[in-house]
């Protein structure tokens, strides 16, 4: 379970998130909607360790990890632009997280054929990011992404990038990921018919504020 | 009409290339006319001008290596940091560009004869030495690859080293892992420059490290002792010889940077 208590940011005197407070129970697909530059990706980078709340805490699974390293929250990340590590092949960014952790040789290879097929990336385990297409690229940043095995997943705008027809298809896929893996997933969209397909919780960030709009 | 205006564009571009160019050849030419195959034999044949030679090219290589090893924590600091102080540093970072060559010399000199000058001095001998010769192109290198690097690092987005520290990355694991890849022509870019201006580096090394032939020369300095004795057509020569040197060191590095 995520609890956000009383999150605040402010920067250069402006407030960006005011008295941010919810829980999202695990293994919920929370959808979080709001107008550009509300600060949905602040929040999201406050989730993950990535920036320090003014105040509030951020507490998973009972533990208040507001102080804790982006390393140690145990919190997958996938931003809106992807960010491929530049120069490693497929499977060296699907291998990046467990072999940083030293899992030993052949069980980071099961991994990371194991999710490969998972994502119907095994073809393309061999190539530089430059040679992916946009929705190989969102494939692989998650495929990324789970082989930390996180217990909360963190999409930016994970589908902004797709045409119409994948779309629907990527919306399937992480309806899936999120059921096999059981996690605990908050995505942020634009979309009025993503966040209806995908979720479970409806959030809605309103001038730095946050409301629950509906639950499945 | 919309094409011959953007050729027109285009051509008005190239010709500004090509007369910045033209002007560097005039001068070039002009120079060369000073010179002749003997005092080219000269050059070649000269035990103190080979010895400037590889002085010159071992002491640019070590103080551009030196360069690129500070430019590299210190542009990623500058570029992915904000804090107190910010704008001062950067102003500092920029004194070895700002201030005259003489000056660099003469700071290094009055540095090395204080109490913490002496003490490392005891350690590692720099004042008239060939680790002088080094330290005075360092100096002023290091700022311009420092510069190079801080560009490099912002062009390059911050998500992937922020992704990788949700992955289980330190800060340093971040850079040594994700940044540093990304930024490998940068680095090249940036040793490029370092050595560039290394190689054409006289006044600090005239003023700490002195010209002592056989021991501290360099190519500039060999320049300037030339012109002290008259010898025009020699310092011509060994003038033309950096220029070559340069262009050759300069195209072998920046092909090896585009492969890698």
Same mark, same amino acid.
């Given at each position: 379970m995520i609890q956000l208590d009383q999150l605040c940011w402010k920067v250069a005197g402006r407030t960006v998130l005011e008295d941010v407070t919810v829980s999202i129970p695990a293994n919920t697909y929370a959808v979080l909607m709001g107008s550009t530059g509300c600060g949905k990706t602040t929040l999201l980078e406050i989730l993950c360790g990535l920036r320090l709340p003014t105040s509030g805490r951020v507490v998973l699974d009972?533990?208040?990890?507001?102080?804790?390293?982006?390393?140690e929250r145990g919190i997958g990340y996938v931003p809106q632009d992807l960010a491929m590590f530049p120069g490693l092949r497929v499977r060296e960014q699907i291998g990046f997280a467990p072999r940083l952790r030293g899992v030993p040789q052949d069980e980071l290879n099961?991994?990371?054929?194991?999710l490969a097929e998972q994502f119907g990336i095994a073809p393309l385990l061999d190539r530089l990011p430059d040679m992916l297409s946009g929705g190989e690229k969102?494939?692989?940043?998650?495929?990324?992404?789970?082989?930390?095995?996180?217990?909360?997943?963190?999409?930016?705008?994970?589908?902004?990038?797709?045409d119409e027809s994948m779309r629907?298809?990527?919306?399937?896929?992480?309806q899936r990921v999120q059921s096999e893996h059981s996690?605990?997933?908050?995505?942020?969209?634009?979309s009025s018919s993503e966040a209806a397909a995908l979720g479970h919780l409806h959030l809605r960030m309103n001038a730095g504020r946050l409301e629950v709009e509906s639950k499945a | 009409m919309r094409w011959s205006r953007s050729n027109l564009c285009w051509l008005a571009l190239a010709l500004i290339t090509a007369g910045y160019l033209l002007f560097w050849a005039l001068l070039l030419g002009a120079t060369a006319t000073y010179s002749t195959t003997e005092s080219w034999l000269k050059v070649v044949q000269s035990g103190e001008i080979r010895h400037a030679t590889w002085l010159s090219l071992v002491t640019c290589s070590l103080a551009a290596g030196f360069a690129l090893l500070l430019a590299v924590p210190v542009g990623y600091l500058m570029s992915r940091r904000e804090f107190r102080g910010k704008?001062?540093?950067d102003a500092a970072l920029d004194i070895p560009i700002i201030l005259p060559?003489?000056?660099?010399?003469?700071?290094?000199? *009055?540095?090395?004869?204080t109490p913490i000058g002496k003490v490392i001095e005891r350690g590692i001998p720099f004042t008239y030495q060939v680790s002088g010769v080094v330290l005075a192109q360092f100096v002023v290198a290091a700022a311009?690859? *420092?510069?190079?690097?801080?560009?490099t690092f912002e062009h390059l987005s911050a998500r992937p080293e922020d992704v990788a520290l949700t992955l289980g990355c330190t800060r340093f694991q971040a850079l040594w892992h994700v940044a540093l890849p990304a930024a490998r022509r940068g680095m090249v870019a940036a040793f490029c420059i370092a050595w560039a201006r290394s190689l054409g580096e006289f006044g600090p090394i005239l003023v700490f490290a002195g010209a002592t032939r056989m021991k501290t020369e360099v190519l500039p300095t060999t320049v300037w002792l030339e012109l002290s004795v008259g010898n025009l057509e020699a310092a011509v020569a060994v003038s033309l010889f950096m220029v070559l040197l340069a262009v050759v060191v300069l195209v072998v590095v920046r092909a090896t940077g585009e492969k890698v």
């Open positions: 009972g533990v208040d990890v507001t102080q804790l390293e982006p390393r099961e991994r990371v054929n194991r969102q494939r692989v940043a998650l495929a990324r992404a789970l082989a930390a095995q996180p217990k909360l997943l963190l999409l930016d705008e994970p589908l902004s990038a797709l629907a298809e990527a919306v399937s896929l992480l996690l605990t997933v908050l995505h942020v969209t634009h | 704008s001062w540093l060559p003489l000056v660099v010399g003469l700071c290094l000199l *009055i540095f090395f004869q311009f690859a *420092i510069r190079t690097m801080r560009g």
